[in-house]
Nanobody, 122 residues
C-alpha cells in the first residue's frame, strides 16, 4: 500500500523559513512533487524532483526561495521554504509518480498525501 505522509507545516510569520517533509512508502517512484492549494484557488505545481539522479524543477513563482531535495535512505522528500510570504499560505501536498519523466501537471501524479497546512501571517 502506497503512503505519502507530509509534515512540517504550521503558522509562521512573513520572512520565516519552514521545511516540509514527505515520507513515502509502498513502492519506488520516478518523480516526487510538491503542489499547493490556497483557499478558493486551484492546486498549483510548486516543485518536483526525479528520484534517480535528483534533477529538480520549480515553478517560476518560487524559484530562489524554495528548494526540493530527497533522502534516498529515508525515502523522504523535503521542501525547504525561505522568506515566507502571506501568499505562500496554502495546503501543501506531496505527490508521487511511478514514471521518471517530470511533469507540472497534477494529473501525472498517481499518489497523493493528505497535505500539510502552511499559514503565513504578515
Amino acid at each position: 500500500q502506497v503512503q505519502l505522509v507530509e509534515s512540517g507545516g504550521g503558522l509562521v510569520q512573513a520572512g520565516d523559513s519552514l521545511r516540509l517533509s514527505c515520507a513515502a512508502s509502498g513502492r519506488t517512484f520516478g518523480n516526487m512533487g510538491w503542489f499547493r492549494q490556497a483557499p478558493g484557488k486551484e492546486r498549483e505545481f510548486v516543485a518536483a524532483i526525479r528520484w534517480s539522479g535528483g534533477s529538480t524543477y520549480y515553478a517560476d513563482s518560487v524559484k530562489g526561495r524554495f528548494t526540493i531535495s530527497r533522502d534516498n535512505a529515508k525515502n523522504t522528500v523535503y521542501l525547504q521554504i525561505h522568506s515566507l510570504k502571506p501568499e505562500d499560505t496554502a495546503v501543501y501536498h506531496c505527490a508521487a509518480s511511478p514514471y521518471s519523466s517530470y511533469s507540472r501537471s497534477s494529473s501525472a501524479y498517481a499518489y497523493w498525501g493528505q497535505g500539510t497546512q502552511v499559514t503565513v501571517s504578515s
